[in-house]
């Protein structure tokens, strides 16, 4: 009797975990904003934990699911027609000889819907920082007040930083896609920023990895001033700071499975700050050769 209940527990639970896999996917986009509650673990330090059972949380509308549905199937019509086209929905002629690329330019609000802001106030901070368009509607303006008061919570250390994310890419049903970028060799901004250093981010879901969102960095030091500043960055410049180390052979950049980019200020300077980005796109830059920008130590040297 004993070993029948825990046979039908585990099945139980097998088939609850599959049902999860196929449902979540096909929910995701309906479900979003209450899956989100249930799946997050972070929790203020000092803070109770939320009484209300997860399943009040979910607002199903079947209406709603409809029209949800409708729109995956277009987005995934649109999937398999690019796909048969080409890379990207480019043919391979243009694809191959592809030189620049404009990923990101920022012209109407839509355009910065496609990015999330974040503060140390998720952790308990006073740092502000807010998004808008720039004068004319020709660039994002990212503005605040970095303020690196730590919580006096018991727990954190630090505090005092703000970033701007771009929105990953997402397939129909709520399938993770990537960025290719594996046809060029660096990344070309124009901003205005106000002398402050910034941190590009890049994050990347490699094929290999123990660690699951590989971290890359560039520290971009802006000049200040009226005018604008093209700043062109060689992927071979960024630090996979992840791991604590630099990237090398063994662990380089994995241009053809971007996830994401982002700019992160915490230079442990009180006060405003701002950064306008015009655009931010790719470059070839065919007199480029450097692979690697970065010194190597021969790990455990022979005498």
Known sequence: MALTTMLLNSAYLHGRCCRHKVLHPLLGPLLSNSMSKLYSSYRRPGSQPEQKPPWQNIDFSFKKGIDVLKTQLNLLKKETKDYLIGPGGRPLDQYFLEQTKVVWEFRSQEDLNKWVISSDVEIGGKSEVYLKLGRNNQA???????????????????????????????????????????????????????????????????YFSHQKDDLYNYFMFTRGGPYWEEIKIPFSKFFLSSRGRV?????????????TLGFTIGDKVDGPFQLEIDFIGLLND??????????????????
């Open 247 to 259: 990237q090398d052979d063994q662990h380089p950049i994995w241009l053809d499975k971007i996830s």
């Open 140 to 206: 994002a303006l990212l503005y605040g007040t970095l303020n690196t008061e730590v919580p006096r919570d018991g727990e954190t250390k630090y505090s005092g930083y703000c970033s701007m994310r771009a929105k990953p890419p997402m397939g129909s049903f709520a399938r993770k896609k990537y960025y290719d970028w594996s046809n060029f060799n660096s990344l070309y901004l124009r901003v205005r920023g106000d002398g402050r250093p910034w941190m590009v981010n890049i994050y990347t879901d490699p």
């Open 286 to 303: 065919r007199a480029h050769t450097e692979e690697f920008a970065y010194e190597t130590y021969e790990k455990n040297p022979q005498v």
